[in-house]
């Protein structure tokens, strides 16, 4: 038996509920992998999960939420895996479509798990989590596109959030300078602790007048905000630099036109963290294990326990919550 954060849905009015609750294993879905989960996280799509209705990505009632978690294997039928060994899993709605992380036991199929590499444990790794995995794989993108420390501020938006704050750490450790942006003038002081070296107001990139170009600023960018802050920055990159986006929290609308990328080369890089190729989900995380400073990281870490949930799922959707939330499920 084991404690699981359990959403059920009022079939009458589609309002959905969540409460700790008992469950055997029984109750798990198929998987290959039976794995013993020790720290889960709070991410922007848990907070949606968690809200009345789902926010349109829980598929099927009951569910357990979490959309990533690592811990040790209990049982596996895969020969990649054996009891006792660590392991990882973002993506692959975990925690959408399949039952993710808020519970103290898991099983999934062996193919979205990644192993640990040396040098993280299961709190590490969700310390970094679906945030720090996606802004990983966004600092690479960026990298296989030919930015390098030297050639310029490298521009970050939503930097408080969980996926700014880790690009800006990992930048900043890799040599860079960063350029952190924010709506929130209180997070100056923990920005620059995660190695920022320029401060941006939000309103000030939203106050650049609306023309396609604007001046060439910015080396490359991860923009972790899109809808109107994404085409504003488009406009500032400079020749030949790539932005990386990886979120939608302003809006799916892109309100800018083709000549960012016909008379600047400016190469637009969509970041999807759902379902990476497995060599490159276990070269993020060797990168993770090597390029991203631990000190630092544990300065965006916030403890929390399956019976906070429920308020923490609300604070991330109203921007009430900075750096990353760890959930331990055995606290």
């Known amino acids: 038996m084991f404690k699981a954060l359990v959403m059920k849905q009022d079939t009458a009015t589609g309002t959905a509920t969540a409460a700790i609750e008992t ?7 198929d998987g290959d992998v039976t794995v013993s989960v020790d720290y ?19 598929r099927n009632y009951p569910h357990v ?5 690592a811990g040790t294997v209990e049982a596996s039928s895969d020969a990649r895996y054996a009891p006792g ?14 039952w993710g992380g808020y519970a103290q036991k898991a099983r999934v199929k062996a193919d979205w798990l990644v192993p640990l590499p040396e040098g993280l444990d299961p709190r590490q790794a969700m310390a970094v989590g679906t945030a720090g995995f996606t802004a990983m794989l966004a600092v690479m993108a960026l990298e296989d596109q030919g930015l390098k420390p030297g050639n310029g501020p490298v521009l970050v938006t939503g930097a408080a959030g969980g996926v700014g704050s880790v690009a800006t750490a990992i930048l900043a450790h890799l040599g860079y300078e960063v350029a952190a942006v924010t709506g929130r003038p209180e997070t100056a002081d923990y920005l620059s602790s ?17 023309r396609p170009l604007e001046s060439e600023t910015w080396a490359g960018c991860i923009d972790a905000v899109g809808g109107e802050m994404l085409a504003r920055v488009l406009g500032q990159m400079k020749y030949g630099a790539s932005v990386a986006a990886v979120g939608l929290a302003g809006g799916a609308a892109l309100p800018t036109t083709v000549i ?19 060599d490159n989900r276990l070269r993020a995380w060797q990168r993770i294990a090597t390029d991203l400073p631990m ?10 326990t399956l019976a906070e949930l429920p308020q923490l799922g609300a604070e991330i959707l109203s ?13």
Not at 40 to 58: E, F, Q
């Open 23 to 29: 469950l055997t294993m029984d109750d798990l879905p």
């Open 40 to 58: 889960s996280t709070v991410n922007y799509k848990d907070g949606l999960c968690l809200s009345a209705k789902g926010g349109g990505l829980v």
């Open 65 to 69: 939420p979490g959309i990533d978690f």
């Open 85 to 98: 060994d660590k392991v990882v899993l973002t993506g692959w709605r975990v925690g959408e479509a399949h």
């Open 194 to 210: 995660l190695g920022a070296t320029q401060i941006v107001a939000r309103g000030d990139i939203n106050a650049v007048v609306k």
């Open 260 to 278: 960012p990328f016909l008379l600047r080369g400016v190469n637009l890089l969509g970041i999807d963290s759902v379902m990476q190729p497995y």
């Open 295 to 304: 000190h630092k990281l544990e300065a965006m870490v916030q403890p929390a």
């Open 319 to 331: 921007g009430q919550i900075k750096g990353r939330v760890v959930v331990d499920l055995n606290g």
